[in-house]
């Protein structure tokens, strides 16, 4: 990923991202077999220009595609969203997180279990937001279990829009919720996929 | 604020935010007196070019300090947030909210009060992303109480670094939490002051 933030990333091909994996190399944190914190770039702090390119990356990957509007959910996931919003000019909607289930009728909304939390929690997004109309673009941060997406696009099926895919930045391929989407025929493409974190140590897939 | 996103707002002086105002005006909704939704533009669905111009503009009014990071907290203050980030080309970092009181001594932290949840909360920073050399603008959404902002302030005093000021996209003026941190030397600017929502009616400071 050597395009520079004033440079054009649509005239490029699909790009290797090898800035972002080397960031995750010099910076993630390998908390376990599991778990990878990318607090200083992504989760905690946000480097604007650099998140720029990925939601510029996630774009150009769907650029056949008329995407009309991004989803993501609260809170991590916003800044790339945010990004490719401002680079395809459409809204960008963020499902909202709460732990009390929800009974408003006026929202589109899907359980999901959070490993991490340990807990199961709502999220939903309010009908007004989501139309049957819309060509939707999933985008978040990170992809493990897949439980964050499958719950968006539950929420996408249930307002009968169309689902584009879903652009992510870390998938953990290896705890396989990026396999049970693809299965049923999500489009994913992760900008960085990482097959292990086995002994602290991240492997990319090739 | 007639400025177009490809327009230099730092050529001008700072913007009326009609714009904002009338979005306000349109899309705003006042469920009581004293709460007000804007979901379609801030807190659900976001327009990125159009957030793009309220960041610009924080930043266009802070202009003579020599920021070199942004500070929010998680959700909906983080793409504001970025988009000043953006601007300025320095980090944004998000503090995030706990409900279990975190006992990380790698943390800055503060206990705030949700008027909204009726509950207490920490909000944290790692230590690692604030440091007493760093000019930090705070960002965010909504001022009402201003338990939000004072728990910023807070871990900024903890953190030692200079607080430059806070920019506001709305302040809810009659809640009066802008009104004790200004009595305590916190510069706020706020691109949309509301004097009050009483009979439903948006008023805005003039």
Known sequence: ????????????VVHNMDALKEKILN?????????LKVDSFLNHQIEPSFALQLGQEIV???????INKILTVEASGIAVAFTAGLELNV??????????????????????YSFTKRESIDIYVNKNYLHKEDNILLIDDFLAHGEALKGLVNIIRQSQANLVGAGIVIEKVFQQGGRALRDEGVRIESLAPVASLAGGKVI???
Request: hydrophobic share 35%.
């Open 91 to 112: 809204p960008v909607v963020f499902a909202k997180k709460n732990r009390a289930s929800t009974s408003d009728f006026n929202v589109l909304k899907s359980s999901i």
């Open 60 to 66: 150009y990957r769907f650029r056949e595609e008329n």
């Open 1 to 12: 990923m050597t395009v520079k933030k004033d440079e054009n990333i649509f005239k490029g």
């Open 27 to 35: 910076e993630g944190k390998v908390l376990s077999d599991k778990i």
């Open 204 to 206: 990319f897939c090739t």
